[in-house]
Protein backbone atom coordinates (compact mmCIF):
# COMPACT_ATOMS: atom_id res chain seq x y z
CA UNK A 1 0.00 0.00 0.00
CA UNK A 2 1.28 3.33 -0.49
CA UNK A 3 2.66 5.95 2.09
CA UNK A 4 -0.27 8.02 3.51
CA UNK A 5 0.57 11.51 2.53
CA UNK A 6 -0.35 14.83 4.97
CA UNK A 7 -2.45 16.10 2.22
CA UNK A 8 -5.53 16.38 2.63
CA UNK A 9 -7.67 15.30 -0.48
CA UNK A 10 -11.40 15.64 -0.88
CA UNK A 11 -13.44 12.67 -1.78
CA UNK A 12 -17.11 11.70 -2.67
CA UNK A 13 -18.49 8.36 -2.26
CA UNK A 14 -21.64 7.23 -3.14
CA UNK A 15 -23.45 5.50 -0.22
CA UNK A 16 -26.52 3.43 -0.71
CA UNK A 17 -28.36 5.34 2.13
CA UNK A 18 -32.25 5.39 2.83
CA UNK A 19 -33.28 9.10 1.28
CA UNK A 20 -37.18 8.90 3.15
CA UNK A 21 -36.21 11.07 6.49
CA UNK A 22 -39.19 8.89 7.96
CA UNK A 23 -36.94 5.82 7.57
CA UNK A 24 -36.42 4.89 11.17
CA UNK A 25 -33.30 2.68 10.20
CA UNK A 26 -32.04 6.26 8.84
CA UNK A 27 -31.22 7.87 11.91
CA UNK A 28 -29.41 4.56 13.54
CA UNK A 29 -27.12 4.21 9.82
CA UNK A 30 -26.49 8.42 9.93
CA UNK A 31 -25.12 7.75 13.29
CA UNK A 32 -23.06 4.98 13.00
CA UNK A 33 -21.62 6.60 9.50
CA UNK A 34 -21.01 10.20 11.31
CA UNK A 35 -18.69 8.11 14.49
CA UNK A 36 -16.78 5.92 12.14
CA UNK A 37 -15.83 9.43 10.22
CA UNK A 38 -15.40 11.75 13.27
CA UNK A 39 -13.58 9.66 14.91
CA UNK A 40 -10.27 9.54 13.49
CA UNK A 41 -7.47 12.14 13.30
CA UNK A 42 -6.72 11.30 9.37
CA UNK A 43 -10.10 12.93 8.60
CA UNK A 44 -10.17 16.52 8.42
CA UNK A 45 -14.39 17.12 7.53
CA UNK A 46 -16.73 15.22 5.92
CA UNK A 47 -20.61 16.28 4.98
CA UNK A 48 -23.71 13.46 4.77
CA UNK A 49 -25.92 14.23 1.87
CA UNK A 50 -28.75 11.76 2.57
CA UNK A 51 -31.12 12.77 0.00
CA UNK A 52 -28.42 12.74 -3.03
CA UNK A 53 -26.88 9.22 -1.33
CA UNK A 54 -23.44 11.10 -0.90
CA UNK A 55 -20.47 11.78 1.78
CA UNK A 56 -18.23 14.23 0.97
CA UNK A 57 -14.67 13.35 3.11
CA UNK A 58 -11.53 15.70 3.25
CA UNK A 59 -8.98 12.93 4.46
CA UNK A 60 -5.05 12.26 4.32
CA UNK A 61 -6.00 8.65 4.26
CA UNK A 62 -6.17 6.23 1.00
CA UNK A 63 -10.04 6.01 -0.01
CA UNK A 64 -9.70 2.28 0.15
CA UNK A 65 -9.58 2.82 4.31
CA UNK A 66 -12.54 5.18 4.11
CA UNK A 67 -14.58 2.72 1.85
CA UNK A 68 -13.88 -0.15 4.74
CA UNK A 69 -14.55 2.02 7.61
CA UNK A 70 -18.04 3.04 5.88
CA UNK A 71 -18.92 -0.41 4.69
CA UNK A 72 -17.70 -1.90 8.06
CA UNK A 73 -19.72 0.52 10.24
CA UNK A 74 -22.83 0.69 8.28
CA UNK A 75 -23.37 -2.56 5.69
CA UNK A 76 -23.94 -0.23 2.99
CA UNK A 77 -22.11 -0.45 -0.49
CA UNK A 78 -20.24 2.22 -1.27
CA UNK A 79 -18.44 3.85 -4.39
CA UNK A 80 -15.86 6.32 -5.27
CA UNK A 81 -17.77 8.98 -7.32
CA UNK A 82 -15.57 11.95 -7.55
CA UNK A 83 -12.12 13.40 -6.32
CA UNK A 84 -9.81 16.95 -5.65
CA UNK A 85 -6.81 17.16 -4.81
CA UNK A 86 -7.59 20.19 -2.68
CA UNK A 87 -10.67 21.51 -1.05
CA UNK A 88 -10.21 24.88 -2.88
CA UNK A 89 -10.77 22.97 -6.58
CA UNK A 90 -13.76 21.39 -7.88
CA UNK A 91 -14.54 17.42 -7.50
CA UNK A 92 -13.76 15.60 -10.28
CA UNK A 93 -14.67 12.42 -11.98
CA UNK A 94 -11.94 9.51 -12.00
CA UNK A 95 -9.44 9.89 -14.88
CA UNK A 96 -9.91 6.64 -15.61
CA UNK A 97 -11.25 3.56 -14.43
CA UNK A 98 -11.58 -0.78 -15.76
CA UNK A 99 -13.24 -3.73 -15.18
CA UNK A 100 -12.08 -7.79 -14.55
CA UNK A 101 -14.72 -10.34 -14.41
CA UNK A 102 -13.17 -13.93 -13.15
CA UNK A 103 -13.30 -17.02 -14.68
CA UNK A 104 -12.36 -19.98 -12.39
CA UNK A 105 -9.98 -22.35 -14.28
CA UNK A 106 -9.30 -25.06 -11.77
CA UNK A 107 -5.99 -26.89 -12.94
CA UNK A 108 -7.13 -26.49 -16.19
CA UNK A 109 -6.07 -28.19 -19.62
CA UNK A 110 -4.56 -26.26 -22.51
CA UNK A 111 -7.74 -25.24 -24.63
CA UNK A 112 -10.47 -25.57 -22.34
CA UNK A 113 -12.40 -22.35 -21.77
CA UNK A 114 -14.64 -22.01 -18.81
CA UNK A 115 -15.76 -18.69 -19.19
CA UNK A 116 -19.08 -19.63 -17.99
CA UNK A 117 -18.17 -20.03 -14.31
CA UNK A 118 -17.83 -16.68 -13.35
CA UNK A 119 -16.74 -15.89 -9.64
CA UNK A 120 -16.56 -12.22 -9.15
CA UNK A 121 -15.57 -9.28 -10.54
CA UNK A 122 -12.93 -6.03 -9.75
CA UNK A 123 -13.24 -2.17 -10.57
CA UNK A 124 -9.61 -0.21 -10.47
CA UNK A 125 -10.11 3.27 -10.29
CA UNK A 126 -7.28 5.79 -10.95
CA UNK A 127 -7.26 8.06 -8.00
CA UNK A 128 -3.69 9.75 -8.71
CA UNK A 129 -1.57 9.83 -11.64
CA UNK A 130 0.21 6.34 -10.00
CA UNK A 131 -1.99 5.22 -7.44
CA UNK A 132 -5.20 3.16 -8.52
CA UNK A 133 -8.04 2.04 -6.03
CA UNK A 134 -8.21 -1.91 -6.36
CA UNK A 135 -12.37 -2.70 -5.58
CA UNK A 136 -12.98 -6.68 -5.47
CA UNK A 137 -16.28 -8.75 -5.06
CA UNK A 138 -16.37 -12.48 -5.27
CA UNK A 139 -18.39 -15.73 -4.20
CA UNK A 140 -17.82 -19.60 -4.49
CA UNK A 141 -14.29 -19.33 -3.27
CA UNK A 142 -13.34 -22.13 -0.72
CA UNK A 143 -14.39 -21.24 2.96
CA UNK A 144 -11.96 -19.47 5.17
CA UNK A 145 -9.02 -19.90 2.78
CA UNK A 146 -6.30 -17.41 1.78
CA UNK A 147 -6.05 -15.89 -1.45
CA UNK A 148 -3.32 -13.60 -3.25
CA UNK A 149 -4.45 -11.34 -6.57
CA UNK A 150 -1.64 -9.95 -8.93
CA UNK A 151 -1.81 -8.37 -12.54
CA UNK A 152 -0.26 -10.34 -14.59
CA UNK A 153 1.87 -9.58 -17.96
CA UNK A 154 -0.47 -11.22 -20.70
CA UNK A 155 -4.76 -11.27 -21.02
CA UNK A 156 -3.78 -14.79 -22.89
CA UNK A 157 -6.55 -17.21 -21.07
CA UNK A 158 -6.20 -19.57 -24.16
CA UNK A 159 -4.47 -22.08 -21.68
CA UNK A 160 -6.11 -20.57 -18.64
CA UNK A 161 -3.91 -18.99 -16.01
CA UNK A 162 -0.46 -20.73 -17.04
CA UNK A 163 -0.70 -18.13 -19.99
CA UNK A 164 -1.32 -14.94 -18.25
CA UNK A 165 2.96 -14.48 -17.78
CA UNK A 166 4.58 -12.88 -14.75
CA UNK A 167 3.48 -10.74 -12.06
CA UNK A 168 3.50 -7.49 -12.96
CA UNK A 169 1.76 -5.38 -9.87
CA UNK A 170 1.02 -7.79 -6.63
CA UNK A 171 -2.14 -5.97 -5.23
CA UNK A 172 -2.39 -8.13 -2.10
CA UNK A 173 -4.01 -10.83 -0.37
CA UNK A 174 -7.52 -11.73 1.31
CA UNK A 175 -9.63 -13.84 3.27
CA UNK A 176 -12.93 -15.80 2.44
CA UNK A 177 -15.88 -15.64 5.02
CA UNK A 178 -17.41 -18.88 6.10
CA UNK A 179 -19.80 -18.97 2.60
CA UNK A 180 -16.60 -18.42 0.21
CA UNK A 181 -17.42 -14.89 -0.06
CA UNK A 182 -15.27 -12.03 0.01
CA UNK A 183 -14.64 -8.54 -0.89
CA UNK A 184 -11.07 -6.76 -0.80
CA UNK A 185 -10.20 -2.99 -0.93
CA UNK A 186 -6.52 -1.87 -1.27
CA UNK A 187 -4.87 0.77 -2.67
CA UNK A 188 -2.25 -0.24 -5.16
CA UNK A 189 1.00 1.96 -7.08
CA UNK A 190 -0.11 1.43 -10.42
CA UNK A 191 -1.63 3.56 -13.74
CA UNK A 192 -4.55 1.95 -15.48
CA UNK A 193 -3.66 2.86 -18.88
CA UNK A 194 -0.63 0.56 -18.50
CA UNK A 195 -2.80 -1.97 -17.68
CA UNK A 196 -5.67 -2.35 -20.12
CA UNK A 197 -5.43 -5.87 -22.09
CA UNK A 198 -3.29 -7.40 -19.52
CA UNK A 199 -4.82 -10.17 -16.70
CA UNK A 200 -5.43 -10.03 -13.30
CA UNK A 201 -5.04 -13.83 -11.18
CA UNK A 202 -6.77 -14.51 -8.27
CA UNK A 203 -4.71 -17.54 -7.01
CA UNK A 204 -5.30 -19.81 -3.58
CA UNK A 205 -2.24 -19.13 -2.02
CA UNK A 206 -2.96 -22.81 0.26
CA UNK A 207 -4.02 -25.05 -2.62
CA UNK A 208 -1.15 -27.66 -4.01
CA UNK A 209 -2.50 -27.36 -7.74
CA UNK A 210 -0.20 -25.44 -9.74
CA UNK A 211 -1.77 -22.19 -10.38
CA UNK A 212 -5.35 -22.71 -9.16
CA UNK A 213 -7.89 -20.07 -9.19
CA UNK A 214 -9.89 -16.99 -11.28
CA UNK A 215 -8.33 -15.16 -13.73
CA UNK A 216 -9.81 -12.30 -16.26
CA UNK A 217 -8.76 -9.68 -18.63
CA UNK A 218 -8.58 -5.88 -17.51
CA UNK A 219 -10.88 -4.12 -19.77
CA UNK A 220 -11.22 0.01 -19.79
CA UNK A 221 -14.79 0.85 -17.89
CA UNK A 222 -17.08 4.10 -18.99
CA UNK A 223 -19.85 5.17 -17.54
CA UNK A 224 -19.86 4.27 -13.72
CA UNK A 225 -18.86 7.74 -12.74
CA UNK A 226 -20.46 9.84 -15.36
CA UNK A 227 -23.97 9.47 -13.97
CA UNK A 228 -25.46 9.62 -10.46
CA UNK A 229 -27.91 6.35 -10.68
CA UNK A 230 -27.97 4.93 -14.04
CA UNK A 231 -24.93 2.61 -14.95
CA UNK A 232 -25.54 2.44 -18.73
CA UNK A 233 -28.55 3.17 -20.73
CA UNK A 234 -28.83 -0.51 -22.22
CA UNK A 235 -29.40 -2.09 -18.66
CA UNK A 236 -30.97 0.76 -17.03
CA UNK A 237 -29.78 -0.80 -13.67
CA UNK A 238 -29.17 1.30 -10.79
CA UNK A 239 -25.91 1.94 -9.20
CA UNK A 240 -27.05 -0.24 -6.68
CA UNK A 241 -28.30 -2.92 -8.70
CA UNK A 242 -25.37 -2.91 -9.69
CA UNK A 243 -23.53 -3.34 -6.81
CA UNK A 244 -25.81 -5.38 -4.60
CA UNK A 245 -23.99 -8.81 -5.37
CA UNK A 246 -21.68 -10.48 -7.15
CA UNK A 247 -24.10 -12.22 -9.99
CA UNK A 248 -25.72 -8.75 -10.36
CA UNK A 249 -22.36 -7.47 -11.22
CA UNK A 250 -21.96 -9.92 -13.83
CA UNK A 251 -24.98 -9.33 -15.40
CA UNK A 252 -24.39 -5.79 -16.32
CA UNK A 253 -23.33 -4.12 -19.93
CA UNK A 254 -20.00 -2.36 -18.61
Known sequence: MPQQETLNVSYEFAIDLATDPKDISQKNTLAALTAT?????NIHSHVITPSEQSCLV???LPPSEIIHRIRSSTGLQTILRGISLSESHALQRPS???VCIFEYFPGMKPGKWAQFDNRGLCRLVQTRPN???VDLSMSHLEPNTHYKIDVCEFG????GMTSTGTVLYPMGQFKSDTKGNAQFVNDVDMNIHQVIGRSIVVENVQS???REGMAGIIARSAGLFENDKK???CSGKTLWEESVATDTLLNVHL
Do not use: E, F, K, R
Open 37 to 41: LQHHP
Open 231 to 233: VCS
Open 156 to 159: DLSN
Open 131 to 133: SCL
Open 208 to 210: GMV
Open 96 to 98: AAA
Open 58 to 60: STS
